[in-house]
Nanobody
């Protein structure tokens, strides 16, 4: 089992920045990759970014490429999402997720095994 706890959400003006954190505990040595997803009201959950846990390869949705940066600490227990140049359309509940499988697509939420509780990000115009 892996437990995930997000923090760092809040209210920010358009153009501002926020950094989300996700603390992982439990059997973290089984993690192949972690990702961030978000869900806005009335919309489906969508992929934001992912990182492979050992190699550190990163992947981004087109909508956040160049504005958001995903990273993890050297102890491989904390995941981050640095969000810059935020836009009102970035408003959503942000979830971190962990996956054990090594095959498939990192952008598909159904392929993730563990999820955090979510943290609200609100960007005002």
């Amino acid at each position: 089992q892996v437990q995930l706890v997000e923090s760092g959400g809040g209210l920010v003006q358009a153009g501002g920045s926020l950094r989300l954190s996700c603390a992982a505990s439990g059997r973290t040595f089984t993690i192949h990759a972690m990702g961030w997803f978000r869900q806005a009201p009335g919309k489906e959950r969508e992929f934001v970014a992912a990182i492979t846990w050992i190699g550190g390869s990163t992947y981004y949705a087109d909508s956040v490429e160049g504005r958001f940066t995903i990273s993890r600490d050297n102890t491989k227990t904390t995941l981050y999402l640095q969000m810059n140049s935020l836009k009102p359309e970035d408003t959503a509940v942000y979830y971190c997720a962990a996956r054990m499988r090594r095959t498939g697509s990192l952008s598909i939420s159904d392929e993730y095994d563990y999820w955090g509780q979510g943290t609200q990000v609100t960007v005002s115009s």
